[in-house]
């Protein structure tokens, strides 16, 4: 398996534009996670899903943010509008849980998003 | 108060130290805990679970003490590829699947 595959790998973008991150979860797992990573808060939790249906979207900063999970193969982050202040990296993770209390959650490689 | 917090760092130490890092939580219904690496620019990766009676897996061992609400890692023997950022980790209690991450303490081991 190829793990989560996120896209873009960088984006530069200018502040008022919006922007689409897009992750492929590992197949067969049922959780998906979407985090964003600065150097001042450091991991926070955006948004989590089970079975496409979001879960808990209490990390999501503002009204700027959405994430949707059309599919189990798919999810999209979009910023409208984009503001300097989300630059970041963005990680989406999965995970399969299954009927244990837990299993281990993968990360994509993250998108660095850069607002000018 | 951050769920949970982790010491700042960074630190620097030789190869061949024994370094330790703790970590405690606020939410006394966290269900299981963990330490997670991240090498400089990329993804967070598992390290390894953090038991109730303590684990070992190679030269790192880990602790928890849910009464103080404090989790350990300690590295024996550390080696220059050790050199990363150590994520404590919680995973919340009930049937929420989040994992709350520390801000992470960074270690550079020196040759």
């Known amino acids: 398996d190829a793990g989560v595959i996120q896209s873009p790998r960088h984006e530069v973008t200018e502040m008022g534009q919006e922007v689409t991150l897009r992750c492929k979860p590992i197949?067969?797992?049922?959780?998906l996670f979407w985090y964003r990573q600065t150097m001042m808060r450091g991991l926070e939790l955006l948004i989590y899903?089970?079975?496409?249906?979001?879960?808990?979207d209490s990390g999501m900063p503002e009204d700027r943010f959405s994430a949707k999970m059309p599919n189990a193969s798919f999810s999209t982050l979009k910023i409208q509008p984009s503001e300097p202040r989300d630059s970041a990296v963005y990680f989406c993770?999965?995970?399969?849980?299954?009927?244990?209390?837990?299993?281990?959650?993968?990360f994509g490689q993250g998108t660095r998003l850069t607002v000018v | 108060r951050k769920e949970v917090e982790q010491d700042p760092g960074p630190f620097n130490v030789p190869e061949g130290a024994t370094v330790a890092f703790n970590c405690t939580y606020s939410?006394?219904?966290?269900?299981?805990f963990f330490w997670y690496r991240q090498d400089c620019r990329k993804e967070p990766k598992l390290l390894m679970s953090?038991?109730?009676s303590g684990n070992e897996d190679g030269r790192f061992t880990a602790q928890l003490n849910r009464a103080s609400q404090y989790i350990s890692l300690l590295i024996r023997d550390s080696k220059l590829s050790d050199s990363a950022t150590y994520l404590c980790?919680?995973?919340?209690?009930?049937?929420?699947?989040?994992?709350?991450f520390g801000s992470g303490t960074q270690l550079t081991v020196l040759p």
């Open positions: 980790v919680v995973l919340r209690g009930g049937s929420a699947r989040q994992l709350t």
């Open positions: 939410n006394s219904a966290s269900q299981s």
């Open positions: 899903f089970n079975n496409n249906v979001p879960i808990d």
């Open positions: 953090v038991y109730s």
């Open positions: 197949s067969g797992h049922d959780y």
């Open positions: 993770a999965s995970s399969f849980p299954g009927t244990g209390v837990y299993t281990e959650a993968f």
